[in-house]
């Protein structure tokens, strides 16, 4: 099966409002603790005030919640949730009009979240969303990449995975979670670029505590090495990012978590939230998109 017949077939998602209104600069301020109703179920009510704008706007939200908050903590919690979910509506609506429908390459290491991440970018950008790894085993008809490596070969499954992204790349208003080698063949690109490629880029580490707590059967380039799962993934990965050098960094948009984790000062990215993410995707998405605007305006005139 050819891989564009694999697209028709994977469910999509959420098919959201599609065009934000274009806001200029502007950060957003969120005023906490609005009127918190512990009851249950609870209602919550939140002023949300967009400062940067000529005219300054706020609107109430009244927001019906599923659970008690009875703790504090709970609702800290809480409450910090609601205001990362605000923030990335509001980021969304500020990207959108810059988009122009194109597709989100989202690339990284295994584990980096491409995945968990692209699935919340898809949604409230409105796209739809697809894995790569699974549209090829969907076009070769096995189940698993593992099994494709372990039948066929890796060869057999790169040229399938570059088939799937020359067939994604012709598409509109996608994210697509790549696969964690995609990055090395350069024809790839050729096709990524058609859209906005966004890396995430995380430390090793995490990534190997990540894998290591969902095991590496399901990743063949990681499953012969001796040891743990942490230790055999840390080794692997290591040594694979070594390989691809800087072939990540081809992406337009980089998203450092060891950063973000500064910048909020947490001492680990474990602290980081895929919506964290999800958010500073799009603002770095966004400062991409307006300087490639402003490139275009100034070789047009
Ligand atoms: N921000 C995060 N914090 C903690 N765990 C996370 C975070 N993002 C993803 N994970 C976890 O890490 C694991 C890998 O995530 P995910 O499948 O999204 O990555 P991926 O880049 O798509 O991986 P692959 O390329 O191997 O398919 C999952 O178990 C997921 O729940
Ligand atoms: O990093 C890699 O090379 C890979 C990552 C996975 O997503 C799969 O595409 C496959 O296991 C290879």
């Given at each position: 099966?050819?891989?564009?017949?694999?697209?028709?077939?994977?469910?999509?998602?959420?098919?959201?409002?599609?065009?934000?209104?274009?806001?200029?600069?502007?950060?957003?301020?969120?005023?906490?603790?609005?009127?918190?109703?512990?009851?249950?179920?609870?209602?919550?009510?939140?002023?949300?005030?967009?400062?940067?704008?000529?005219?300054?706007?706020?609107?109430?939200?009244?927001?019906?919640?599923?659970?008690?908050?009875?703790?504090?903590?709970?609702?800290?919690?809480?409450?910090?949730?609601?205001?990362?979910?605000?923030?990335?509506?509001?980021?969304?609506?500020?990207?959108?009009?810059?988009?122009?429908?194109?597709?989100?390459?989202?690339?990284?290491?295994?584990?980096?979240?491409?995945?968990?991440?692209?699935?919340?970018?898809?949604?409230?950008?409105?796209?739809?969303?697809?894995?790569?790894?699974?549209?090829?085993?969907?076009?070769?008809?096995?189940?698993?990449?593992?099994?494709?490596?372990?039948?066929?070969?890796?060869?057999?499954?790169?040229?399938?995975?570059?088939?799937?992204?020359?067939?994604?790349?012709?598409?509109?208003?996608?994210?697509?979670?790549?696969?964690?080698?995609?990055?090395?063949?350069?024809?790839?690109?050729?096709?990524?670029?058609?859209?906005?490629?966004?890396?995430?880029?995380?430390?090793?580490?995490?990534?190997?505590?990540?894998?290591?707590?969902?095991?590496?059967?399901s990743r063949p380039l990681l499953h012969n090495e001796p040891g743990d799962p942490y230790t055999k993934a840390l080794i692997r990965l290591s040594t694979l990012s070594e390989e691809?050098?800087?072939?990540?960094?081809?992406?337009?948009?980089?998203?450092?978590?060891?950063?973000?984790?500064?910048?909020?000062?947490?001492?680990?990215?474990?602290?980081?939230?895929?919506?964290?993410?999800?958010?500073?995707?799009?603002?770095?998405?966004?400062?991409?998109?307006?300087?490639?605007?402003?490139?275009?305006?100034?070789?047009?005139?």
């Open positions: 099966m050819e891989a564009a017949s694999a697209l028709s077939n994977q469910s999509c998602t959420w098919n959201g409002p599609e065009r934000g209104r274009r806001r200029t600069g502007g950060g957003l301020r969120i005023q906490r603790g609005f009127g918190v109703d512990t009851r249950c179920p609870s209602i919550i009510n939140l002023q949300v005030s967009q400062a940067g704008t000529s005219s300054y706007r706020s609107e109430s939200l009244r927001m019906k919640i599923s659970c008690c908050c009875s703790r504090k903590e709970e609702s800290e919690k809480f409450l910090t949730g609601v205001d990362e979910a605000l923030i990335l509506k509001k980021k969304s609506e500020d990207v959108i009009p810059y988009m122009n429908e194109r597709c989100l390459f989202l690339v990284g290491m295994m584990g980096s979240g491409k995945t968990t991440v692209g699935k919340i970018l898809s949604e409230v950008l409105g796209y739809s969303f697809f894995d790569s790894d699974k549209l090829v085993e969907k076009a070769v008809g096995m189940y698993s990449v593992a099994q494709i490596f372990k039948e066929r070969s890796e060869a057999f499954f790169r040229d399938n995975e570059s088939k799937a992204l020359r067939d994604l790349s012709l598409m509109r208003r996608l994210v697509v979670a790549t696969g964690g080698g995609a990055v090395i063949r350069p024809i790839n690109w050729s096709y990524m670029k058609r859209g906005i490629t966004v890396w995430l880029d995380v430390p090793l580490e995490a990534l190997a505590r990540r894998i290591a707590a969902v095991g590496t059967e691809r050098g800087d072939a990540y960094a081809n992406a337009d948009a980089r998203i450092c978590l060891q950063h973000i984790a500064s910048k909020q000062g947490h001492g680990d990215v474990s602290a980081l939230t895929p919506t964290a993410i999800a958010i500073e995707a799009l603002v770095k998405i966004e400062s991409f998109l307006s300087k490639d605007t402003a490139v275009e305006r100034l070789t047009y005139f």
